[in-house]
């Protein structure tokens, strides 16, 4: 709800705008949304946050500009983390929305011990945290390892991937086809109209398998017919992430959106732990998913066929395995497990970066579980997805990513080929 004055809201360009979302961590370690309360910017106007803490206000351009919280009404036992940092400075770019963020605390949590932080209640959370993390970044970490398995390629764009199926999800679920050939708009969803979420990431899912064949075919099968080294393949990895990149932020623009379905939801408790029922069909679903990628991989014609080609793919070529055919399905479920992993993440907020704001975890899950090993891949997610969110008991939650690179960092030195991985011979 916007509380400026018309006058001052005249000139206003709705296309940027300074945004943010109002929340705190209570003394069990949940996230509570605050709602109601005032953030204004002078001479332009001002909003209060919604009930899931949210609030944007529109600003007439680019430039630099202070906002301000009204201390007055947040709710009691809430209060800001540094009580002078009331007002923020904001530099909105000519590109979109600039977020900002007020930090909370509540006086439990001011007061709270030593002892409380490492309670077995929160570590727990933190916990289930850290496996729904692992389960999403598990299926995208397998389709990398994977690729790297069959070809030897360090694939940067992969990242890539994971932000198509974010944006195809949130096209299909949205608009559906009839958003980009507006003459379908009298055929039924999702040709002339958007579709439930759940239908939404099947066909996003499928999006990203037609992206992976497609990058394979054009670009990195072209590039192997013509002797290209792998490590002018791996640059052109990240070049060819750029240029997507770049290609998803203008045709999708700079600024955040969220699902039409299942955008916000309040937690349910479950055996004392807070999870929304999203987040539990997610985890559920992904546990479905990696399972069947395990015996695909164990008991098919097919998988062993990649497992083959993994190990060896000289003598799985003498066997009489078409290593191309096999490298070309290697894409196409890479590319629809990065997908479904794009659609999870972008539960919270779709963003037209946000594989490359991942990418890191991945690698670090990849590297810690094995190179070219899949289920090396699913235990080094899970071990990443829990370490990132235990360290939150001792660090910033804003720096909790960082735990990714020292893993990454650690498992390097310690056990360069991963958990799963074996050793071999150089020279």
């Known amino acids: 709800m916007l509380v400026a004055s018309p006058s001052a809201n005249a000139d206003i360009v709705d296309d940027l705008g300074v945004v943010g979302q109002l929340q705190y961590t209570d003394a069990a370690g949940n996230k509570v949304f605050v709602a109601g309360v005032d953030v204004s910017i002078d001479d ?13 206000i529109p600003v007439p351009g680019p430039g630099e500009y202070s906002i301000s919280l009204d201390t007055s009404t947040l709710p009691a036992g809430v209060a800001l983390r540094e009580a002078e940092r009331s007002t923020l400075t904001a530099k909105v770019s000519p590109n979109g929305d600039q977020r900002i963020i007020f930090p909370l605390v509540t006086a439990d949590s001011v007061a709270q011990t030593t002892e409380s932080s490492f309670s077995a209640r929160r570590i727990s959370q933190l916990t289930l945290e850290g496996v729904k993390l692992g389960l999403y970044l598990a299926m995208a970490a397998i389709g990398l390892s994977l690729i790297f398995g069959t070809t030897g390629l360090v694939n940067f764009a992969h990242a890539e991937l994971i932000t198509w199926g974010t944006l195809m999800a949130y096209f299909f679920n949205v608009y559906g086809l009839v958003g980009t050939f507006g003459f379908l708009s009298f055929l039924p969803a999702p040709f002339g109209g958007g579709v439930n979420f759940i239908v939404a990431t099947v066909l996003a899912t499928v999006m990203g398998g037609v992206l992976g064949y497609v ?23 990240i070049g060819l992430s750029i240029l997507l990149r770049y290609v998803f932020v203008y045709f999708f623009g700079s600024r955040y959106r969220v699902y039409l379905d299942y955008a916000s939801q309040r937690a349910n408790t479950f055996w004392g732990l807070e999870l929304t029922s999203r987040d539990a069909t997610a985890m559920v679903a992904s546990i479905i998913i990696l399972v069947a990628v395990g ?21 799985a070529e003498s ?7 096999v490298i070309s399905q290697v894409w196409i479920l890479g590319g629809a497990l990065a997908a479904l992993s794009g659609t999870f993440f972008g539960f919270d907020t779709v963003k037209w970066d946000i594989g490359a704001r991942i990418l890191l975890l991945v690698f670090a899950a990849v590297t810690l579980g094995g190179l070219g090993t899949s289920f090396g891949a699913l ?24 735990t990714a690179l020292i893993v990454l960092i650690l498992a390097l030195l310690l056990r360069p080929q991963g958990i799963l991985g074996k050793k071999q011979r150089i020279g």
């Open 295 to 315: 015996i695909g991989l164990t008991r098919t014609r097919t998988g062993r066929a990649m497992r083959a080609v993994s190990d060896n793919r000289d003598l």
């Open 44 to 56: 332009v106007g001002g909003a209060t946050t919604d009930g899931d803490g949210n609030f944007r």
């Open 379 to 402: 235990v080094g997610a899970i071990i990443v997805g829990i370490a990132i969110n235990w360290s939150t008991l001792v660090i910033d939650t804003e720096l909790k990513n960082m």
């Open 319 to 325: 066997s009489g395995i078409n290593v191309e055919r």
């Open 215 to 237: 990058l394979n075919r054009v670009v990195f099968r072209t590039s192997r017919d013509a002797g290209v080294s792998l490590l002018a393949q791996m640059v052109m990895t």
